[in-house]
């Protein structure tokens, strides 16, 4: 319903207004006239609920039902009139608008219970899906935005899971566009292709049960951190393409990033470490790759 930027700054999408109330666990959303979803049927506040209320739903199984759950039961979601959705939510949450922002909340007709014709309110119609192989796009002539968009009369997305063949589709100009390039293919695309970059789009760590031994024990958990050269993994991994940061999965241009958070240091008499302390290797990798023109 709503967009975020970088600094999670919301701006209107589907609702154009959305307010509060002073204790924060009530929240009124105010929803965009002449919205049609792709079968020509008007979006009112009914789809939104049936929406959310199906990933509220345990037997859904939806990724977003543990972003949303502790705070908002299927009870307390509301239609006032068909261009109002009120949440009354079971405790305060300040920041509910900007969950959802995720595209895990996107509005689906009201009732639907075949979901392989894709029926939504975007930029391109679905035209055909295959899983694990392609799938195409036509242009939505009803999209609300206006404005001439979408700008692309269609779109096709194919799977390619191969590095190899995927790279070589890039180069030979079969594809536009290519994702999830690794560290070595950033090398050989360069000069070649246009690297499309996510910033602190990742991060990798080394991961251990902290209950069971010998990682129950803090001064094991300083000493791995201590033994890998973070640098020279990262530098492999995404060569030119990682940053240091302290030991937490929030990237330094997240705008809640702990900037006053101090790396972990060896205390005197436990060994030898880097000054800086140890920290992992955030890192911002190509999530795409077009070609020049």
Do not use: C
């Not at 030991?247 to 990033?257: A, E, I, R």
């Amino acid at each position: 319903m709503l967009r975020a930027d970088s600094d999670f700054k919301l701006s209107p999408a589907l609702a154009t207004e959305w307010s509060s109330n002073t204790t924060v666990d009530s929240w009124t959303f105010k929803l965009r006239d002449g919205v049609t979803f792709h079968d020509g049927k008007p979006m009112t506040s009914a789809d939104v609920a049936f929406s959310i209320k199906r990933i509220l739903d345990p037997k859904v199984a939806s990724g977003q039902l543990s972003a949303i759950a502790p705070f908002l039961a299927a009870s307390g979601v509301s239609t006032p009139d068909p261009k109002t959705i009120k949440f009354d939510l079971t405790s305060a949450n300040a920041f509910f608008p900007v969950i959802l922002t995720s595209v895990m909340f996107g509005v689906v007709p009201e009732g639907t219970t075949d979901f392989t014709k894709g029926i939504g309110t975007g930029p391109f119609k679905l035209q055909s899906f295959s899983a694990a192989a392609n799938a195409r796009f036509n242009r939505n002539d009803s999209y609300w935005v206006g404005d001439g968009r979408p700008y692309l009369d269609s779109v096709q997305i194919a799977t390619v899971t191969e590095d190899a063949t995927r790279i070589q589709s890039l180069l030979a100009g079969s594809q536009d566009m290519i994702d999830t390039v690794t560290g070595s293919n950033i090398a050989l695309l360069k000069g070649a292709a246009v690297p499309l970059s996510i910033s602190a789009g990742g991060w990798v760590d080394l991961a251990a049960w902290g209950n069971i031994k010998p990682f129950n024990d803090p001064n094991v958990v300083d000493a791995m951190k201590y033994a890998q050269d973070r640098q020279k993994i990262m530098d492999v991994v995404a060569p030119g393409l990682n940053a240091i940061g302290p030991d937490v999965p929030v990237p330094k241009t997240d705008p809640f990033f702990p900037s006053d958070l101090q790396a972990a240091r060896l205390r005197p008499g436990q060994g030898q470490g880097p000054a800086e302390g140890g920290r992992l290797r955030r890192r911002t990798r190509p999530d795409a790759v077009r070609l020049p023109g």
